[in-house]
């Protein structure tokens, strides 16, 4: 998938994204549906899709 221009593309708008929304989860749980866990999978997933698509070891070294 390196070689996928439009997946890099839209990965690269999407990510920023999805992990702002995992942080409005978090931090806006307490008025609706929503916390810790939904915000944790949604960053996970943030996460998973930036390793998959563009640079797994950015991932490693910020993550773990």
């Known amino acids: 998938m390196r ?3 439009v997946l ?5 708008l999407l990510i920023p994204f999805i ?3 995992g942080l409005y989860v978090q931090f806006h749980g307490d008025f609706g549906p929503g916390g ?3 915000a944790g999978v949604i960053i996970a997933a943030g ?3 930036h390793m998959a698509l563009l640079n797994f070891e950015w991932v490693k070294r910020h993550v773990g």
Request: aromatic share 24%; net charge positive.
């Open 3 to 5: 070689h996928d221009l």
């Open 36 to 38: 810790g866990f939904q």
């Open 47 to 49: 996460f998973i899709f």
């Open 8 to 12: 890099r593309l839209l990965a690269r």
């Open 19 to 21: 992990l702002l929304f």
